[in-house]
């Protein structure tokens, strides 16, 4: 057990590294763009006397490395700083899209984890039959084509028919059953584009472990096929099963700006695309570091899990 | 709104002798302003000779255009952001157009779907001093939908916010001819230019200018999102979606607002625009891309609306650059231009042909085709102008990228093509989409670009064609066309003014370094619930981002 501690403790002094260095990158990256906000909110109308009353408004009339540093400042004290083009406070803003876009994490989730492991056990149990082939075939299809595609697709069939509606436009006073409804068929979408992954890694990791000899003594002592694979080698292949679900959930939050577009849909990657827009740079550091810590902080988790499966990681040094 | 409910079918046309038509022209008239019933019309019309589904068809017409009161508006609109803020002179795009100017915040001033001007929170001006001196009345009787009376107050706070040189408002090039703006008791405003212009009530109509509620110091509540339109903001989430209710002591009910509530939603793709459209979930959408135009036609209980307004695209030469130098290569590159293959090919027809002239459909003196006649394609014409200009053959470079505007590399190729026959060489250059706007246009001798357009001649002159414009794209440096163009802007007899406007375009036209293609069509869907009038604004998209005033449900 102090093992797992101390590396826990490791690896999140690791992640606020990884963050602060990510938050200077996109400082510097949005700084790199051409244009400000003050020229963005004015576009053609622009003239140099309004331009450098917003910028002096703003503060974006000083020079960068001050705004970084002010910025720094405020984010250890836990103050995010306000929306330059809003005003308004960032964490007012980004809560109810953080809701949103975990929701439809949960959501996706909630159907993709189950049915890729359940699928990945199936396949791997009836490896290179028809229904191995068809299944891998269809989720490698699914997964190939563009996210938007699939999304016009599902809009085409599901939409276009009237079953399912085209936009999930929800908002903070949905009730939760609308919410499963409206939400359905990007959830839908996300699903198809994360299950082949996982699924075949899945398969690949039990199919690894079925080659070895303890597995064969089970099958000599007469366990069922079945029995084999839930009982015997899950357990062991559980490790790069989880590492790939935790990628797979982070790519939901951070990823899904496209799908998102195709469906309306109110989330966090919809935010960080306008604060790149309009070069509010505040938006964008903020949005940039949830993303951050969601793929830290459930990268951490997968290996936590995966440590405590292997009693070997568990007891060693 | 008048137009709109004019029938189509005209009973007097059903009968014969002269007296009945003129009989059956009175009874229509008295119908249609509601003066006699429709029991009464149709037994007239019967006994004095017409049809009875000749009177039908009238009372079916006339009661299909009578706004309905009730019901909700749904609209799938673009350029909604998460950074939109309520800031009047912060709106950037339709979404905030429409939610501001359109349902919540109306102007000074409006624009008529026949592109006049009316008062909207004036109720009327009288200009003086050659259009310097402008006093405007004050609309009695309106309520903010805090309860505050509408006075000069509201008004010239809400000017002011644009105004000044700490300004950060969008709108402020539009109020730089204001040298002041002050109250003339409760309800009269005096406004005085810097230099006479008779286009201020006009001007006063740009989507900046919406009237906010003053907090009494000089500035105004723009933070709250009141107004005194038709609609009270409910529930605003910026970019996403914004619901407004209809306001139940609005001065103007029954004129400009039917529906009990509008949800305006922000949906910037295309293909999720029509997908709402076509299932139902939104009435109306603007923007819909010229490609998939046709497939609107095709979807059940939708149907198109196309405006064609100022938005145009252009292809700028710079006449202090060889060979645009010369009047005649300018005038041989106008003539080899197709423009009505260019209309076909690149905007699927949905359009208008362009004739030189940045002056468009939903400008008020724009020259007709008889004072300017329509410039064809003429590879003869061209050859006879690079004759003029001593030269037998040309060659020519057109940078392009669909930032200037877009297919601008396709129709570079079109004129590839039709330029040949008079022996000119055009290469078109692809460039760069980042940074067209710095690297490209103004800076290579002849480009693409393209313009929403401006409500007023005096406005896309000053701003684009006058020598000394900041964003004289062309180079072009034309003194009688600037000698005009002062006289103009303060000449108050409209007639010697529209004289004045005319012989600039027909200037432009000749001289210019512009060559003007196409304007170009705003194409919107709605569905069948909605009953839209014959006639729409084109001053913007969605009748003038009027549509929740305008518009009711079927």
């Given amino acids: ?317 | 709104m008048s137009n709109s409910r004019n029938p189509k079918h005209d009973i007097s046309t059903e009968v014969s002798d002269k007296e009945t038509q003129i009989k059956a022209k009175k009874l229509q008239e008295s119908f249609i302003s509601g003066k006699i019933s429709r029991r009464n019309f149709v037994s007239t019309s019967v006994a004095i000779g017409v049809s009875l589904a000749g009177a039908t068809a009238v009372v079916n017409q006339v009661e299909a255009a009578t706004p309905k009161s009730g019901g909700r508006l749904r609209m799938g609109i673009t350029g909604g952001a998460t950074s939109d803020v309520l800031d009047p002179g912060q709106i950037l795009d339709a979404y905030m157009i429409n939610v501001s100017m359109g349902q919540v915040r109306p102007n000074m001033t409006k624009i008529m779907p026949d592109g006049s001007v009316e008062g909207d929170l004036a109720s009327g001006w009288q200009a003086s001093n050659g259009a310097k001196t402008w006093k405007f009345d004050v609309r009695q009787g309106v309520e903010f939908h805090n309860g505050k009376t509408l006075d000069s107050t509201d008004i010239v706070d809400s000017i002011r916010h644009h105004m000044g040189p700490d300004s950060k408002s969008g709108g402020s090039g539009v109020v730089s001819g204001i040298a002041s703006i002050k109250e003339d008791g409760k309800y009269g405003v005096v406004v005085e230019l810097n230099e006479g212009n008779g286009d201020l009530p006009i001007l006063l109509s740009d989507y900046h200018l919406n009237i906010c509620p003053s907090k009494g110091d000089g500035s105004i509540d723009w933070e709250s999102g009141i107004g005194a339109g038709p609609y009270t903001l409910e529930e605003h989430e910026p970019g996403v979606r914004t619901l407004t209710k209809k306001f139940a002591n609005y001065w103007n009910t029954g004129n400009e607002s039917h529906f009990d509530e509008v949800e305006t939603l922000g949906i910037n793709d295309p293909t999720a625009r029509l997908a709402a459209l076509s299932t139902g979930a939104v009435d109306a959408i603007n923007n819909v891309p010229a490609k998939t135009a046709s497939r609107l036609k095709s979807m059940v209980n939708v149907k198109t609306l196309i405006s064609t307004g100022n938005k145009q695209c252009t292809m700028p030469m710079l006449c202090d650059v060889a060979p645009f130098d010369d009047q005649n290569v300018r005038n041989a590159i106008k003539h080899i231009i197709n423009r009505q293959e260019l209309l076909d090919k690149i905007f699927f027809g949905y359009g208008q042909l362009g004739n030189d002239n940045p002056v468009g459909p939903a400008n008020y003196f724009r020259a007709n085709t008889d004072e300017l006649p329509q410039r064809e394609y003429d590879p003869e014409q061209a050859k006879y102008y690079l004759k003029q200009a001593g030269l037998s053959s040309l060659s020519v470079k057109f940078h392009a990228a669909d930032t200037g505007f877009s297919g601008s590399v396709d129709a570079g190729a079109l004129m590839r093509e039709s330029a040949k026959a008079a022996g000119i060489d055009i290469e078109v250059v692809r460039e760069p989409n980042d940074g067209y706007w710095s690297n490209v246009w103004m800076v290579k001798p002849w480009s693409a670009c393209y313009w929403s357009g401006r409500p007023t001649e005096d406005w896309i002159f000053s701003q684009i064609y006058y020598s000394k414009a900041d964003w004289n794209d062309t180079h072009w440096n034309n003194s009688s066309f600037d000698k005009l163009l002062v006289e103009a802007r303060s000449e108050t007899d409209e007639a010697k003014r529209r004289d004045k406007y005319v012989e600039m375009q027909r200037i432009v036209h000749n001289d210019g370094g512009l060559a003007l293609p196409v304007f170009l069509s705003e194409i919107m869907g709605y569905r069948s619930n909605i009953t839209v009038p014959d006639q729409i604004a084109n001053n913007w998209e969605l009748d003038g981002h009027l549509a929740a005033r305008r518009w009711w449900t079927a």
Wanted: net charge positive; aromatic share 8%.
């Fill in chain 1, 1 to 317: 057990m102090p093992n797992i501690i101390s590396m826990i403790i490791k690896r999140l002094g690791l992640g606020v590294l990884t963050l602060l260095l990510l938050s200077l990158l996109i400082f510097l990256s949005v700084e790199a763009l051409p244009g400000d906000l003050a020229e963005t909110i004015l576009g053609q109308q622009a003239t140099p006397e309004t331009v450098a009353a917003i910028r002096k408004e703003l503060g974006l009339d000083q020079p960068p490395l001050t705004r970084y540093l002010n910025w720094l400042g405020g984010v250890v004290q836990g103050d995010f700083g306000n929306s330059l083009a809003l005003k308004k406070p960032i964490s007012g803003l980004i809560a109810p899209r953080i809701q949103n876009t975990l929701f439809l994490t949960l959501y996706t989730a909630a159907i993709a984890v189950p049915l890729s492991i359940i699928l990945g056990l199936a396949v791997s149990l009836f490896r290179n039959s028809y229904f191995d082939r068809i299944t891998n075939t269809t989720a490698l299809a699914a997964i190939s084509m563009p996210e938007f595609f699939v999304g016009y697709v599902m809009i085409y069939f599901f939409a276009l028919s009237g079953y399912f509606p085209s936009m999930a436009n929800i908002n903070a006073n949905t009730p939760l059953l609308d919410k499963l409804y409206l939400c359905f068929l990007p959830a839908l979408t996300l699903t198809l584009v994360v299950t082949a992954h996982m699924m075949r890694m899945t398969r690949a990791a039990i199919i690894n472990v079925l080659a070895l000899p303890y597995i064969e003594m089970a099958r000599l002592k007469g366990a069922k096929p079945s029995r084999i694979i839930v009982r015997h080698a899950l357990p062991n292949a559980i490790a790069p099963i989880v590492n790939v679900v935790a990628l797979n959930l982070a790519y939901l939050i951070t990823g899904v700006v496209i799908v998102e577009i195709v469906f309306v849909f109110p989330g966090l990657g919809q935010l960080m695309v306008d604060g790149v827009k309009f070069r509010d740079v505040p938006v964008v550091q903020a949005t940039a570091l949830i993303f951050a810590s969601a793929y830290v902080g459930l990268n951490l988790l997968a290996d936590i899990i995966s440590t405590l499966s292997n009693p070997r990681l568990m007891r060693q040094r």
